[in-house]
């Protein structure tokens, strides 16, 4: 059973920076696409940015010149650089990955970030 393992949260001031990862457990493992949603309390879970095996990648509108998904060669590790992060992007991140030929993929376990003003 593949592992996601997510890291990089925390709390940061508004205007400020984080980068989150997401590693696989195993090195075998790649994925044919990738996504970082976020979630509040009381809120669907939410799309944040998506990227596929091609690298081609897509945003929400709410992070787009801001945010940058990105992945590395392996295709087994993603991460999220966000820039001027404001309070309103404060949420619990999670990471998922989708292998090749199946329909479910797994979740990362979830990071914390918070935004303070």
């Known amino acids: 059973q593949v592992q996601l393992v997510e890291s990089g949260g925390g709390s940061v001031q508004a205007g400020g920076s984080l980068r989150l990862s997401c590693a696989a457990s195993?090195?075998?493992?790649?994925?044919?696409?990738a996504s970082w949603y976020r979630q509040t309390p009381g809120k669907q879970r939410e799309l944040v940015a998506f990227?596929?095996?091609?690298?081609?990648?897509n945003y929400a509108d709410s992070v787009k010149g801001r945010f940058t998904i990105s992945t590395d060669n392996a295709k087994n590790t993603v991460h999220l650089q966000m820039n001027s992060l404001k309070p309103e992007d404060t949420a619990i991140y999670y990471c998922?990955?989708?292998?090749?030929?199946?329909?479910?993929?797994?979740w990362g376990q979830g990071t914390q970030v918070t935004v303070v003003s």
């Open positions: 998922y990955q989708l292998p090749s030929g199946v329909l479910s993929g797994y």
């Open positions: 195993e090195s075998t493992f790649s994925f044919n696409a």
């Open positions: 990227i596929r095996k091609s690298n081609n990648t």
